[in-house]
């Protein structure tokens, strides 16, 4: 070895030191002071010197010191002790600022001795940027497909798995490994119903040919449930046109199943209780053509569907009815009203008959406008309308039949009474007046049986005028209460006037129930207080007693027809007073209830806007 500086070689068949030469490597060669003994062009290039300018100066001196300690020496010195090494590290050069370098040393033995050290120094940073790029892009599909949402798979050409994404663990309970350790797997869980289906779909997946295909199964996960797969898979091929399996995707559509089936299954109930329902039901949009009819109001009606579908309500409704029908479609239409419209109302069949029928009404929203359509349901009200024109004529025959005689009674024993007591027959005179009491409750529970049924047929007139409702009380307590109750009763009320529209006959008979009942159910020394008040836009009315109450459960039943407690039945009444006057009270617009506490004494309270007519 040549001890000094490096020349180029002017001997063209001297191979080695043309390799020397021309090397791309930098090669430096170094004796155990770490001073360069001999170094290629390349070598002095790339620290932008000529070798010459190297040659005899020490390595500290030419990387700086810190470098040659911490990177270069201690491997150096492995190198001095007969080791070669390879390691990677960044320099800066100053030339071509920061590399990363490949660097090897060589130990060169004199006899026993390691003398020289030979470093051969390639740059490796095109290679190390190519191979950052591909760890990160490897990265870059790692991150892609392990953390897809669904579940993945690549399926290779001999039916086992290359590949399946964690998330085959959130969709089957089982992991990624436990699918590619065992290819059948998927099989194993399909749900038992379904598992030739999918055996047969794997078995064609693993024959080359074909485009994307999807199925949809059910599999049965880890924990036992039943969940929805949506499968699409389609072949895979590399860059050559090399066939290389089958990737799959399978998502979870339990829950859109679990919505799509409970639509399903609502269709179904609705369209069976369309079809199967005694109720009519048709669906139209309001005053259009009707759009589906159901047997029921088919068979109503006496039209076939197909006659109805050409027919709108104005069609089939009774010509006397027809005014307020049209009012209540026009509400609809405009949306006024929306839900559980009930109106009974008259209809003409098919046959010309006459058909009540009860109707309600539910719209049915939709997107726009011109979806909008209401259902109606029909009830056959024919039955209940004759009978209650039965009970009608009925109660007005038996009143006008009972209260002929009863007239007669209390016409006799008013004309007995006074002989009698002209008489001074005072025990006869007594007996005739307990015939004449008793004819007069009989003739008020008659004429209450006529109100009842007059307020209920809806053939009435209401007569409203405005009155003081204070002034009102007043008279109505001066005829219906005798002077020594009249003792029992406080009146609160304010100040000034309150004026109010109400039909005086009537409205005065709905107070004077109150008032007598508040009488009649209450200890004979006990107060009745009578208050007027004005809330907003009501006055309130309101009777309280201190009687014995009335139970809990009852309260609602009071107001109904009939309705009289258990326990009171001795009290004179046949339970038509607080029915009545609901009807009276609600005729006018307004509101009656009644809270009571059992031992403490009832109070009735009536609220009516104030309106002027
Ligand atoms: P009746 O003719 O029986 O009085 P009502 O319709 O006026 O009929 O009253 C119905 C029932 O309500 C009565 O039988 C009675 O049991 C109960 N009731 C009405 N008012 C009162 C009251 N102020 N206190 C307790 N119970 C009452």
Not at 422 to 432: D, N, Y
Not at 488 to 510: C, K, W
Request: hydrophobic letters at 35%; glycine letters at 6%.
């Amino acid at each position: 070895m040549d001890d000094t500086e490096a020349a180029p070689s002017s001997d063209p068949l001297d191979l080695h030191g043309l390799l020397f030469d021309t090397s791309p490597d930098l090669i430096a060669v170094l004796d155990s002071q770490f001073v360069f003994r001999i170094v290629n062009p390349a070598y002095a290039r790339r620290h932008g010197r000529t070798p010459g300018e190297i040659v005899g100066s020490t390595v500290a001196q030419l990387v700086g010191e810190d470098v040659f300690r911490e990177t270069i020496f201690p491997r150096l010195e492995r190198c001095f002790s007969g080791e070669s090494s390879t390691y990677e590290s960044w320099f800066t050069y100053p030339t071509l600022g920061p590399r990363y370098m490949e660097v090897r040393y060589y130990p060169l033995r004199n006899d026993e001795q390691v003398s020289y050290a030979v470093a051969v120094i390639r740059d490796f940073t095109d290679q190390k940027a190519s191979e950052d790029a591909l760890k990160e892009s490897k990265e870059h599909y790692r991150i892609v497909a392990d953390f897809t949402y669904d579940w993945e798979h690549w399926l290779g050409a001999d039916g086992t798995y290359i590949y399946v994404s964690p998330s085959c663990e959130r969709l089957t309970g089982y992991r990624a490994a436990e699918f590619t350790d065992d290819p059948e797997l998927l099989e194993k869980i399909a749900h038992p119903d379904d598992r030739e289906m999918v055996s047969r779909h794997l078995k064609e997946e693993h024959s080359v040919t074909g485009e994307a295909r999807s199925l949809d199964f059910r599999i049965i996960s880890r924990d036992g449930e039943e969940r929805w797969i949506g499968h699409v898979c389609q072949p895979v091929y590399d860059r050559d046109g090399h066939w290389l399996g089958w990737r799959g995707s399978n998502r979870d559509f339990t829950a859109q199943r679990r919505v799509e089936q409970g639509l399903r299954e609502s269709e179904e109930k609705f369209r069976r209780v369309f079809e199967d329902c005694p109720i009519g039901m048709v669906i139209a949009p309001p005053g259009k053509h009707f759009l589906q009819a159901n047997p029921a109001f088919c068979k109503m009606l006496g039209y076939t569907e197909q006659e109805l579908k050409r027919m709108t309500v104005r069609d089939i409704t009774h010509p006397d009815d027809w005014s307020e029908s049209r009012d209540f479609l026009r509400r609809l239409a405009r949306g006024d009203i929306s839900s559980y419209v009930i109106i009974d109302k008259r209809y003409i069949r098919k046959n010309g008959e006459v058909f009540w029928g009860r109707l309600t009404v539910t719209m049915l929203g939709g997107h726009s406008d011109e979806q909008i359509r209401g259902l109606a349901m029909l009830e056959d009200m024919t039955e209940q309308r004759k009978n209650e024109q039965l009970r009608e004529q009925y109660v007005s025959f038996i009143s006008h039949d009972l209260r002929a005689p009863l007239s007669v009674v209390i016409g006799q024993a008013s004309i007995l009474r006074s002989r009698l007591s002209s008489q001074r027959a005072k025990p006869e005179a007594a007996r005739t007046e307990s015939i004449l009491n008793s004819a007069w409750r009989m003739n008020s529970m008659i004429q209450d049986l006529q109100e009842s049924s007059r307020l209920e047929s809806g053939k009435w007139t209401m007569h409203r005028e405005p009155a003081d409702l204070g002034q009102l009380l007043s008279s109505v307590c001066d005829q219906v209460v005798s002077p020594e109750q009249k003792v029992r009763l406080r009146m609160e009320q304010p100040s000034g006037p309150t004026s109010i529209e109400v039909d005086h006959e009537r409205f005065g008979r709905a107070l004077a129930n109150l008032v007598t009942n508040a009488l009649k159910y209450s200890p004979s020394d006990s107060p009745v207080t009578i208050t007027l008040d004005r809330v907003g836009q009501e006055v309130l009315i309101a009777v309280a007693d201190q009687g014995a109450g009335i139970p809990l459960d009852e309260q609602p039943l009071v107001f109904d027809r009939f309705y009289r407690a258990v326990h009171r039945k001795k009290a004179e009444g046949i339970g038509l007073g607080l029915y009545i006057t609901r009807l009276i009270v609600e005729a006018h617009g307004g509101r009656i209830w009644v809270e009571s506490k059992e031992g403490e004494g009832s109070t009735f309270a009536i609220a009516l806007p104030i309106t002027t007519h």
